[in-house]
């Protein structure tokens, strides 16, 4: 480092890059509903495509109204550094933050000492860095909702009503 001169501008300190995520679906909705399995998404950092960690929608069976949503949404990511899956809740419903149990806030660190990111609790944002570099921050509720995206195209029915129910009686028999 050269010493500055009196009266020098400092130089600007260069910005932490920020990337923005993307989000894989794993197991959609749709797919749950089907197969039982948990909705869940992947969080990838939209720079270098790697996987920053996972949000699940933990299900269960009610009697009353089938598979229903637990409770908070769960987040499982792998450490960079000793490879343990980590899993930690956050809220479901940005502004309320989950307080019925166990949640992440404030600085997530994995066991064997390595941070894994920072939780703000009230809108379930995590903010990890990447392994490039880049800091991504994700709402996990903005990220699960991806899940309820059809992946296929939805096939159009034509509405039988607009012809109101005349049509039925204009069938020759
Ligand atoms: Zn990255
Ligand atoms: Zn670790």
Same mark, same amino acid.
């Given at each position: ?18 990337? %923005?995520?993307? @989000?894989? &679906? $794993?197991?959609?909705?749709?797919? #749950?509903?089907?197969? /039982?399995?948990? =909705? ?9 495509? %790697?996987?920053? @960690?996972? &949000? $699940?929608?933990?299900?269960?069976? #009610?009697?009353?109204? /089938?598979?229903? =949503? ?104």
């Amino acid at each position: 480092m050269t010493p500055r001169r009196a009266g020098e501008p400092i130089p600007p300190r260069p910005p932490t890059p920020v990337s %923005d995520p993307y @989000f894989e &679906v $794993v197991v959609s909705e749709a797919e #749950s509903k089907r197969t /039982g399995s948990d =909705p869940s998404v992947q969080v990838r950092c939209l720079a270098s495509h %790697d996987r920053l @960690f996972d &949000v $699940v929608r933990v299900m269960h069976f #009610s009697e009353e109204y /089938g598979m229903v =949503p637990t409770g908070p949404l769960v987040i499982e990511k792998k450490c960079p550094s000793c490879k343990r899956i980590q899993s930690g809740a956050v809220t479901a419903d940005p502004g309320y933050p989950w307080v019925n149990g166990p949640a992440l806030g404030g600085p997530w660190r994995c066991e064997c000492g390595k941070s894994l990111g920072y939780a703000e609790p009230v809108r379930g944002r995590i903010k990890t860095t990447c392994r490039c570099g880049a800091e991504v921050r994700v709402v996990a509720a903005n990220a699960i909702a991806v899940a309820s995206i059809p992946t296929r195209p939805v096939p159009s029915v034509p509405d039988t009503f607009e012809d109101g129910p005349s049509s039925f009686a204009d069938v020759p028999f």
